[in-house]
Each structure stands twice: as structure tokens, then as C-alpha cells.
């Protein structure tokens, strides 16, 4: 842990000095982009041109009385693209070369002073200076084609002086400051990466402890925080799953070897003695084909469910009579020998209500529900079947039973591929998958299948089937 601090603290320095060189980069090159001027050798300061017409002295002489300018000066006004001109002390011009015509040729001492303090005008930044030789005086103007700011900063010497220890001491602590501030940034951004980094790999190994959602990270620690309750509650159900899945694999291999210890029973007596009793043999066959259909109706749901879930399973819906094909499915349950005490009362507003369905499928939903309910509650409870139509331009089945109920746990696992009911009074020779197929086979149809129920009230399934529409 202290390695991987020691690293970030390294990494956040580093970006912290990278943005420093950065903005050092930057004001300098708006120093550069405020205070340099470009000229035909390269890139100069502002203050070139002051510095250049001061020291263009050098290029004059005086002979005679008479002003000369050395052929070299001109040569550079000349490079640079400059002009000058040049006047007596009482202020006419006694030479000028490359002078614009919109210059005059005389200048009062007030306007020479002037020249000193305009900016750019006329395309041109002027600059003045002076040249004296034995008693003699000229003043001379130069013009540069740069926009130069000319600007006078006045202050106060002497206390500048006496600052100037207290400032050099104040700008050393400011700088010392700002690198203690660096470093106590670094290691606290470090501490709270760190945790969170540590957060992050609890999570990962279930070891989490929540944090307290304040500070500047408040957002990240209950983001961290909200995450370890979904994970929690993720584990929880996948453990309950597994749970479900383990009982319902050993409930499902118990039902298979339900029916295949008759038939291996009969069959080895079939095969080992010599019975000439007729209705023997018959009853022994009709037991082994009993069991064996059980076996194949099990292996079936199981291949359903499947072949469901993963849409592999052969879909074809046509146009039906849902009173119709409801009607043949009640009436197929009924002379089912295992149900004759159970009663079922069928009801519908409509004497005929069309839907797009696969009508095999559909009443193997409708046939699943019936029989759960008669196999999960005691003989003789009756079951109400009633088919309407809502303004949704949808079919509305209910299938509502008397019997024991359900408790909100069992609710929210009734339709669960791996939970099988409890309070079974008859003999459960189900899958335990007859509900979860049941509500495939209506999602698939692109319907929906709600459940109600109440200890000792009863239960009501509530189909809603899209109604065919030509």
C-alpha cells in the first residue's frame, strides 16, 4: 500500500510540474506575443525601435557647419523599411530620406515633445532624438511601421529600494508555500485514492466496509457504497438460485427415478418368469407404460422450458377462437380420470374473441395453470375460467381457484424454473416447470400473466393475450 501511494503522490507531481512548465511555456509566449515585434533580422524587443533611433547618432557627423548622414544609416532605414528626417534647432528640416508626403516640414518644439509620447498613427510609430557636434544641434524623427505602445511608469526609487529584501523574502516564503501546499495536496489526494482503491478491491473480495458519503469524494464513496448493496444483493440472489437450482436438480432426478423403478421392477419380472396369466401381464404392462409416459412428460417440460428460453422452438401462431380452444382445453382436463373430483365453471362476455396464436402452445399454458392449481390445493377445489375484453384491445383471461393460497414468499417464486410448490395434497407428478413454462409460452405470444393471492382465499392468474385485429 505505502509502494502505491509513494507511486501516485510520483505520478501527481509529475502533473503537477508538466502543468507548470506548461503555464510557464504559455506567459511566455504571451510575453513574447506582447512584447516582441518582428523586423527583417528576426524577432526584437518593443523597445527596439527607441533603442535603434538613439543609437542612429553614430551614422551622423558634422562638417563645416553642415549635417552629413553616412551612406551605412541609410542603408539600414533603407533594411527595416524606416524613414527619418531631420531638423534645425528652430525646427525646419534640413534633410529627410523615404519621408512620407503627408509629413510636414517644419515642427515646433511642442510638437517634437509630442512625437515622444504618440502612438501609432498614420501607419507609422515616430521616435525622437538629438544630435549635438561642436555647438551645434539637430533633432531627428524616425518613422517605424510597427503599432509600438509607448507608456511612462513612474515610482518612487528610494522605497523601491528599501522593498525590494522584504519582496525577494516574500516572493521565497509565496514560492515555499505554494510547494508545501503541492506536497500536502498530493499526499491527501493520495490518502483518498488510496482508499478508494482499497474500497474497490474489498468489493472485488466481498470484505467491503461502507464509507462515510462526506467530503469532496462524498459522491464517489456512495457510488462505492451503492455498488457493495447491489453486489450484496446480487450474491443473495445467485446463492438463492443455486439453492433452487441444487433442490430442484435433486427433486428432478428423484422424479425420474420415481417411474423408473416400476418399470424396471415389471419388466424384470416380465422378463425372468413365465406368467400365463393374461391380465397379470396386463396389469404389469399397463403399469410400466403408465410410468413410462410420466418419464417422457418430464424430459418433455425440461426440453420446453429450454427450447423456450433460448427461441428455438418452432413458433407458429394463426388466427383462433380463444372461446373455442379454451373451451376443448377445459373439456380435455375434465375427462382426465386424475381431476374428476376438481370442478371448473368457464365464463365469457363475448360469444367469440379472435387472437393470433400458436393454439398448441397456448392451451399447454392455459392446461399448466389449470392443473397446477388442482395439484396444489385439495380435491374438490373448483377453478373459475372467465374471458373478457379491456379497452386496451387486449383479451383478458382470468383463472381464479378457492383454494389454500399462497404467502408473498411463494408468490415471488411461483413462476422461478428451479422452485417447486409446497402444500401439495394429490400426488405431484409434475416437473416443477409447468408455471415457468406457462409464462414463456404467453411472452412469447407478446402477452403478460399476473398472480394474485391470499392465505385461505384462493388465487387468480390473469392472462392479457393482444386481441387479432384484421
Known amino acids: 500500500m505505502k509502494k502505491r501511494s509513494k507511486n501516485i503522490v510520483l505520478r501527481i507531481s509529475a502533473v503537477i510540474s508538466i502543468l507548470i512548465l506548461l503555464l510557464t511555456a504559455a506567459l511566455m509566449g504571451m510575453v513574447y506575443y506582447i512584447f516582441y515585434i518582428p523586423e527583417p533580422e528576426g524577432l526584437s524587443l518593443a523597445s527596439w525601435p527607441s533603442i535603434f533611433t538613439d543609437n542612429f547618432a553614430v551614422w551622423l557627423d558634422c562638417e563645416d557647419g553642415e549635417l552629413n548622414v553616412e551612406a551605412k544609416g541609410l542603408t539600414r532605414l533603407d533594411e527595416y523599411g524606416l524613414w527619418i528626417q531631420i531638423v534645425d534647432e528652430d525646427g525646419y528640416e534640413v534633410f529627410s530620406h523615404n519621408k512620407p508626403e503627408d509629413y510636414p516640414n517644419a515642427y515646433s518644439p511642442s510638437e517634437l515633445i509630442l512625437f515622444t509620447k504618440d502612438n501609432y498613427d498614420e501607419n507609422y510609430t515616430l521616435f525622437v532624438s538629438s544630435f549635438e557636434d561642436k555647438g551645434n ?238 395439484m396444489h390445493n385439495p380435491p374438490k377445489t373448483k377453478v373459475a375460467v372467465t374471458v373478457t375484453e379491456n379497452d386496451c384491445e387486449k383479451i383478458m383471461i382470468s383463472i381464479r381457484d378457492n383454494g389454500t393460497g399462497m404467502d408473498e414468499e411463494a408468490l415471488a417464486k411461483l413462476f422461478s424454473r428451479y422452485y417447486r410448490g409446497t402444500n401439495t395434497e394429490q400426488k405431484a407428478e409434475g416437473s416443477g416447470l409447468g408455471l415457468a413454462i406457462a409464462k414463456q409460452i404467453i411472452q412469447l405470444h407478446g402477452g403478460e400473466i399476473n398472480v394474485m393471492s391470499q392465505l385461505n382465499e384462493g388465487t387468480e392468474f390473469i392472462l392479457l393475450i393482444p386481441k387479432f385485429t384484421a
Open 137 to 374: 544641434r539637430w533633432n531627428y524623427i524616425i518613422g517605424f511601421p510597427y503599432a509600438i505602445g509607448k507608456y511612462m511608469l513612474y515610482y518612487n526609487g528610494e522605497n523601491l529600494g528599501r522593498l525590494s529584501p522584504i519582496v525577494k523574502t516574500a516572493m521565497l516564503a509565496a514560492l515555499l508555500g505554494l510547494i508545501f501546499l503541492v506536497i500536502a495536496a498530493c499526499f491527501w489526494l493520495s490518502h483518498q485514492l488510496s482508499k478508494i482503491s482499497a474500497g474497490i478491491k474489498q468489493l472485488s473480495l466481498r470484505t467491503y466496509e461502507p464509507i462515510k458519503e462526506k467530503g469532496t469524494f462524498g459522491e464517489v464513496y456512495k457510488a462505492l457504497n451503492k455498488m457493495d448493496d447491489e453486489i450484496k444483493h446480487a450474491d443473495q440472489l445467485e446463492a438463492e438460485s443455486e439453492q433452487a437450482r441444487r433442490e430442484w436438480i435433486a427433486n428432478i432426478t428423484h422424479d425420474m427415478k420415481t417411474p423408473l423403478s416400476p418399470i424396471k421392477g415389471y419388466a424384470e419380472i416380465l422378463s425372468q418368469e413365465t406368467l400365463n396369466d393374461e391380465a397379470l401381464i396386463q396389469e404389469y404392462a399397463s403399469i410400466i407404460l403408465k410410468n413410462v409416459n410420466h418419464t417422457e412428460k418430464l424430459i418433455n417440460d425440461l426440453k420446453l422450458t429450454y427450447q423456450l428460453e433460448s427461441g428455438a422452438l418452432p413458433f407458429n401462431p394463426q388466427e383462433v377462437s380463444i372461446i373455442h380452444s379454451l373451451r376443448d382445453c377445459i373439456i380435455d382436463i375434465i375427462n382426465d380420470p386424475q381431476f374428476s373430483e376438481n370442478d371448473i365453471e368457464f365464463v365469457s362476455s363475448q360469444p367469440e374473441i379472435y387472437a393470433q396464436i400458436d393454439e398448441a402452445l397456448f392451451r399447454r399454458a392455459i392446461q399448466n395453470i389449470i392443473i397446477n392449481a388442482f
